[in-house]
């Protein structure tokens, strides 16, 4: 299956409003000879509007670090899915590793969110991944496991396109540490089948997985060439404009 690639920047809690008007311009301008892969940055709330603003006319696309799973209501400090359609998000990540381990965000309610954005055509981009001491304990398929099963109970897809999927190892994110390209090869693998047990071939063929954990200009390209990853979700590395615009480059 030819499965078209996504870069991913994510932003987490960082630039002001003009950073962001500024870097998403940048970036913006990078990608415009890219036609055989996509990109996708994900600025904090605060700057969605602007950022809208910036990449209009581009091929960049815009996403969300998060989504509830409900149009509108009693639901302090969150947003709703329709919200960040009419900014003009596309994609909304949903459990990021952050979110599960200092904020606590159960499997359950990452199925929420998954199923809020499914629901209002949003993609999910539905994160998983293992912390050291589970990934020491040989705990690592057992965790994916899990968190996939839970995280993709009810959810029904017409097609693979609906849904990413992002394999992040908690123990290389924003560490420096990166899983070597058999580690990344093999979890991927390992999510791929696990997904033509959840979904018919043909949909788990389409469904992209990313690799998220410390991706740079350095190693993007080797892991770029494992037959599994589909893209790379980056942190850090996609805040500087000379940096993500290599990755994006991918070769």
């Known amino acids: 299956m030819n499965r078209r690639p996504l870069i991913a920047g994510n932003w987490k809690m960082h630039t002001s409003?003009?950073?962001?008007?500024?870097?998403?311009?940048?970036?913006?301008?990078?990608?415009?000879?890219l036609n055989d892969r996509d990109v996708m940055i994900a600025p904090p709330f605060t700057a969605l509007t602007v950022v809208?603003?910036?990449i209009k006319g581009s091929t960049v696309l815009l996403g969300a670090q998060n989504v509830c799973w409900e149009e509108k209501g009693a639901f302090t400090a969150e947003i709703s899915p329709v919200m960040l359609k009419e900014i003009g998000c596309t994609m909304a990540i949903v459990g990021h590793s952050e979110r599960r381990h200092i904020f606590g965000e159960s499997n359950s309610i990452i199925n929420k969110r998954v199923l809020g954005a499914l629901h209002f055509s949003l993609t999910p981009v539905l994160c998983v991944g293992e912390t050291l001491t589970e990934r020491e304990a040989s705990a690592t398929f057992t965790v994916l496991e899990s968190q996939i099963r839970e995280g993709l109970a009810n959810v029904s897809l017409n097609n693979?396109?609906?849904?990413?999927?992002?394999?992040?190892?908690?123990?290389?994110?924003?560490?420096?540490?990166?899983?070597?390209?058999?580690?990344?090869?093999?979890?991927?693998?390992?999510?791929?089948?696990?997904?033509?047990?959840?979904?018919?071939?043909d949909i788990a063929s389409q469904i992209r997985i990313l690799y998220g954990g410390s991706v740079n200009s350095g190693n993007v390209d080797s892991l770029m060439l494992q037959p599994d990853v589909d893209g790379a979700l980056v942190g850090g590395a996609a805040l500087a404009v000379d940096s993500f615009n290599r990755i994006i480059h991918f070769e």
Request: no cysteine.
């Open 17 to 33: 409003q003009a950073e962001a008007r500024n870097l998403a311009k940048a970036i913006a301008a990078a990608s415009h000879d």
């Open 52 to 54: 809208a603003e910036a």
């Open 160 to 201: 693979g396109e609906e849904l990413i999927i992002a394999y992040e190892p908690v123990w290389a994110i924003g560490t420096g540490r990166t899983a070597t390209v058999d580690q990344a090869q093999e979890a991927h693998i390992f999510i791929r089948e696990l997904l033509t047990l959840i979904y018919e071939k």
